[in-house]
């Protein structure tokens, strides 16, 4: 299902949004029945409070949301779509919301409409919106589209979302836009240089393989990397049952890629895009990559492997590494990759790290414009030492458990060939429902790339 606004003209509803301190102003400039329904009920305009306003004969007249104070709403975001999934089924039209808050707020309410229905019937709110005044409503259902895609892929559990049916996802977003997809898979991997890859995903039942979608002939160059590990088990460092439970989502930073990609294809934006998604399962078997192991990466670096349960940085090496051969003007990886990066942030927080100064500053400006919220972290070289065993050139899981997060994103550096590099170590996941954003699968970071794009790119 893709979100969309009701069309304009049709019937509707006014939805008065009002905060708390003009809210006596308000009524007084309203009728007296409905200043005084209100007043009766004890209508305080607290945020996502919702009343009803009947009329003569038992319907709705008009519907009244509490945008409460500037101080209660930096706690959250999308606050009107705790007021959509409340409302009965019905078109409505905003009145008196500022335009700058407008277009966060229309998003909000479309993705209010998300609900992950494969296997069970859901209720999704049902409440739709006339797009306010002002807004690109078309930009905002693409958006919603991309991340509904993202939710959908995250939240699909990796018995119908393995490699295969990754590479699928990823062939029908190419046949929506006219993009290609090249797919290395199996022992081509070693006959190609992708041989990380290989080791990782090659004791699982569906091959492991690298998936290359191209799109777009002109413009500059962006190349997104996501993981896709469809499920962790950890290897032969098995992961106990606590930690496995949620491993579907492991391949979050593919499908956070893959929604962003939706993006900017069916925006139109003038870049040559690349997404490279390395598909894999990490299992245990017989012919599973080991502790202890030296692995020679595609740009010929070696790396030895202390735990088999850090194999995303490992799958996304060889990727970054054939991104930096086509010399993109800007990288970027996405992947659910360290637990330390929850530790540091929590899940709702996207921490990114990135040495281009100019990317910074419009990802954060972008953030705050899109409500979605990220953080840079730091590439502290000084802790290049604690990645590096001597026996081997990388190591893939220092000791000690200090700043993963960070070495995690330095050993990803090393293969991003100099080039302009950002890399995201998401969650990909909403524990608890908050609005717009059922628990399950969710988006971070796409928004805030996207409304970067021009700024970064020179679009």
């Not at 999704?124 to 409503?137: S, V």
């Not at 030895?304 to 996304?316: F, H, I, Q």
């Amino acid at each position: 299902m893709r979100p969309s606004f009701a069309a304009p003209g049709t019937p509707a509803i006014p939805l008065h949004v009002v905060e708390e301190g003009a809210l006596d102003g308000w009524l007084g400039a309203q009728q007296p029945r409905v200043a005084n329904w209100l007043r009766a009920t004890g209508f305080a305009a607290a945020l996502g409070k919702l009343a009803l306003v009947p009329d003569e004969v038992g319907g709705i007249a008009l519907t009244v949301a509490g945008f409460g104070t500037e101080k209660s709403r930096v706690r959250g975001r999308f606050h009107l779509a705790s007021v959509a999934s409340a409302l009965p089924e019905g078109t409505y039209r905003l009145e008196g919301l500022a335009n700058a808050q407008a277009e966060t707020e229309a998003l909000g309410w479309l993705l209010s409409h998300y609900a992950f229905d494969r296997y069970r019937a859901q209720s999704p709110a049902k409440a739709r919106l006339i797009a306010p005044e002002g807004i690109d409503a078309a930009r905002l259902e693409i958006i919603a589209a991309g991340e509904c895609l993202t939710r959908d892929l995250v939240n699909t559990p990796a018995n119908d979302m393995g490699p295969d049916a990754l590479e699928a996802a990823c062939r029908k977003v190419a046949t929506d836009h006219g993009a290609s997809v090249t797919v290395t898979a199996g022992e081509d991997l070693l006959a190609q240089n992708l041989p990380l890859i290989h080791t990782v995903g090659r004791a699982a039942a569906q091959a492991p393989r690298l998936i290359d979608m191209q799109w777009g002939e002109a413009g500059p160059a962006l190349t997104l990397v996501g993981k896709g590990v469809c499920f962790d088990t950890g290897g032969l460092n098995l992961k106990p049952g606590n930690s496995m439970g949620l491993m579907k989502k492991d391949m979050g930073g593919a499908a956070t890629v893959l929604g962003l990609a939706h993006m900017i294809m069916a925006l139109g934006l003038n870049i040559r895009l690349r997404v490279l998604i390395p598909a894999v399962e990490n299992a245990v078997s017989a012919d599973a990559f080991r502790p202890g192991d030296i692995l020679t990466a595609r740009n010929g670096a070696t790396v030895e492997v202390n735990n088999t349960d850090a194999e995303g940085r490992l799958v996304l090496a060889d990727a970054l590494s054939l991104g930096a051969e086509g010399a993109p003007d800007l990288m970027i990886s996405m992947a659910t990759l360290t637990g330390a990066a929850r530790v540091a942030l929590g899940p709702d927080l996207a921490p990114y790290y990135t040495d281009e100064a100019g990317l910074a500053r419009a990802l954060e400006s972008a953030a705050a414009r899109v409500a979605d919220p990220v953080w840079r972290m730091p590439f502290h070289t000084p802790y290049e030492a604690m990645i590096e065993p001597g026996i081997a050139d990388l190591d893939n899981a220092p000791s000690g458990g200090m700043a993963g997060s960070i070495t995690a994103a330095l050993f990803l550096r090393h293969f991003a060939g100099g080039l302009p590099f950002a890399h995201f170590d998401i969650y990909a996941w909403q524990p608890v429902a908050a609005p717009a954003r059922p628990k399950g699968g969710v988006g971070m970071g796409a928004r805030a790339l996207l409304a970067a794009l021009p700024e970064v790119l020179g679009l």
